[in-house]
């Protein structure tokens, strides 16, 4: 059983993660803060989000990479979902609590840039850059991320381990 802070009302979704590693093994993280939330600072985080209705995991991924990034992908560049989670953090007067899938997509090209322009729009208050990450720095990085342990887990992510990762309560 997981407990919660009781400190805001609770939205508990299913979600979806992508760990996109373009030919150079660079790793796409957006820059992010939660701007109702200053004492948050900012961090790093992998791209994803709500499995909507009557969707998988690899549809949901190709829509929220294609909202999130402008990146068009199939559902059959979506990995297996090797790595998941259960995580709670803070946004927008809400607890979220998610029940998360992290997937991999390769891309064969060099990192492109990143269009936003089909972000929801507190996604583009939250999220203002983004970096193509050689893994090896994410893997010694003392910047923080989410999922917290990302460093930690991302070289045994990669290596295709299955990953079972414990409850994090982020903030």
């Given at each position: 059983?997981?407990?919660?802070?009781?400190?805001?009302?609770?939205?508990?979704?299913?979600?979806?993660?992508?760990?996109?590693?373009?030919?150079?093994?660079?790793?796409?993280?957006?820059?992010?803060?939660?701007?109702?939330l200053s004492g948050l600072g900012q961090w790093w985080e992998l791209p994803g989000g709500g499995i909507d209705d009557?969707?998988?995991?690899?549809?949901?991924?190709?829509?929220?990479?294609?909202?999130?990034?402008?990146?068009?992908?199939?559902?059959?560049?979506?990995?297996?979902?090797?790595?998941?989670?259960?995580?709670?953090?803070?946004?927008?007067?809400?607890?979220?609590?998610?029940?998360?899938?992290?997937?991999?997509?390769?891309?064969?090209?060099?990192?492109?840039?990143?269009?936003?322009?089909?972000?929801?729009?507190?996604?583009?208050?939250?999220?203002?850059?983004?970096?193509?990450?050689?893994?090896?720095?994410?893997?010694?990085?003392?910047?923080?991320?989410?999922?917290?342990?990302?460093p930690m887990i991302l070289p045994g992510f990669l290596a295709d381990e299955q990953i079972d990762e414990p409850f994090?309560?982020?903030?």
């Open positions: 059983m997981i407990e919660l802070p009781r400190d805001l009302p609770v939205i508990e979704r299913d979600v979806v993660r992508l760990v996109v590693v373009d030919m150079h093994d660079r790793v796409l993280l957006f820059h992010t803060h939660e701007p109702t009557g969707e998988n995991y690899r549809e949901a991924a190709c829509r929220e990479l294609r909202e999130e990034t402008g990146i068009f992908i199939t559902p059959d560049q979506v990995g297996p979902a090797t790595w998941r989670r259960t995580a709670s953090f803070r946004h927008r007067g809400a607890r979220r609590l998610q029940h998360e899938v992290i997937a991999q997509v390769r891309l064969e090209l060099t990192g492109p840039d990143v269009d936003g322009s089909a972000r929801l729009d507190y996604e583009k208050e939250d999220y203002f850059g983004f970096r193509w990450w050689p893994i090896a720095e994410v893997i010694t990085s003392t910047e923080r991320f989410y999922p917290g342990r990302l994090e309560l982020w903030s």
